[in-house]
């Protein structure tokens, strides 16, 4: 199926620029400023900005839904075209370090943005365009190559780095991932939406159950405790570790290496069970993999707790996208998508913030770190909501 193809190509390539760029931009930031609160406030604001596309999707689901393939294309396309334009402004190098950071951010903010747009549509469009049959096997390959393809990025940026480590390093390296991001865009202009009997939001009946407001506070009580200490690692790397960008790098790719190994496993654990159900082993070992990371002093022991914090992340990610394209009724599919995608944007803002805040007034970041463990209270809640048939 040309669909199918073109989307895991997509992911592959979606991998590298992830493990080349995004994953690399606190590292990057931290180059720039040892200030906790800085370091955070540039990873938390391009979250804050980006959550508009979910806040008008959930106001206006049926523009979202009736032109989705159209909003794919388009954002996928501004998005990609200005995260080239900013590893331009990095490798130029022509501004100080913190106006260089805020240009940056600025960009950073905008991409996201509309690249939050096309996750909303690609969402709607695969749930209504690849069969039911396929989903759990798309969902663990989308995985499993979006991973290949960080791992790919994270390899290009340890090579990068081995030989430098400045600021134009950095710009070389968002070029280069970006470019290659940029590559199938002509496939993605090409897809078409098979289904094009699209289902007006008003008209739709509820098959599933209405998520509960317990059900949405759990979710953020999840990313606030997990993201808490998320701006804090590459500077405690760098700063109270004394790594550098190749521990950075090695933790990258063990974390990858976990998201590479457990889709294929957890794709046969969601044909036969309900997707929330894999999400409360997910969510404890992410927890408490978060939580020991300042008492692991040497890169080989980061090594092996990044690895099971990619195994537990990757099983997150996994149980709640199945159950956004498999449980959820196609009127309403936009409307929860947005709202879930919202919360994962905007609370991990809310928690780089707090948790940068938090290090740098209490002098210790261990303590954020070790209040990661919290997301495991928002178990009960998620694991026991179950879409209810015939409402």
Known sequence: MFLVVVLLIDSFLWGIWFGGLWSYRLAFASRLTDDYIQVSASYALP?????????????????????????????????????????????????????????????FSIASLFGNVAAIAWTDYIADNIPDDWKPRYIALDSLLGTLGALAGSIIAGYIFAFETGVRSYGRLFLLVSAIFLLDMPLIIMLKDIHKNVVQIDDVGIRGSRPSPLFYIAIVVLYLALNLPTALTAPYIIYRLGGDELWITAINISNFVASILMPIAFSEVLRRVDPLSLAGISIAVAAISTAIFPQLKTVELQIVRAFAAGAGGIGIWMSIISHMISDVDPGNRIQHSSTVYLIQNIVPAIATSIGGLLADVLKSPEVVFYMSATAIASIPAITRYRRRSGD
């Open 47 to 107: 979250l804050f900005v980006s959550s508009i596309s979910f806040l008008v999707a959930l106001k206006r689901p049926g523009f979202f839904r009736l032109h989705r393939i159209a909003l794919f294309k388009l954002s996928a396309a501004l998005s990609r075209v200005l995260y080239m334009a900013t590893a331009i402004v990095v490798l130029t190098n022509v501004l100080s370090s913190l106006k260089l950071l805020y240009a940056t951010t600025a960009l």
